[in-house]
């Protein structure tokens, strides 16, 4: 079993930036990726960043240039550097590993984007 645990979240003000945290645990083994999702009230969970075998990473169009997803091999951590943040970033964020058995999912870290 894999175990996902984000934190990081909070209340953020337009223009602000925070910092999520995702460590995994458990047996992990060679896995493929790891990811951000987000889930904003009244939508569908949508991809926002992954790395690959801790090096290639990806980002969805909506947080290109403000999002940086980074990978602690050593501490099996991923995080999500968040930056001009804006009111349609808020949303709860969950943290995704994939390997051969599938997916594994944390609990999700609420972002909330207000003044």
């Known amino acids: 079993q894999v175990q996902l645990v984000e934190s990081g979240g909070g209340l953020v003000q337009p223009g602000g930036s925070l910092r999520l945290s995702c460590a995994a645990s458990g047996s992990i083994f060679n896995y493929y990726a790891m990811a951000w999702h987000r889930q904003a009230p009244g939508k569908q969970r949508e991809s926002v960043a992954i790395?690959?075998?801790?090096?290639?990473?990806d980002y969805a169009d909506s947080v290109k240039g403000r999002f940086t997803i980074s990978s602690d091999n050593a501490k099996n951590t991923i995080y999500l550097q968040m930056s001009s943040l804006k009111p349609e970033d808020t949303a709860v964020y969950y943290c995704n590993l994939r390997d051969h058995s599938g997916d594994y999912w944390g609990q999700g870290t609420q972002v909330t984007v207000s003044s």
């Open positions: 790395i690959i075998r801790g090096r290639l990473t």
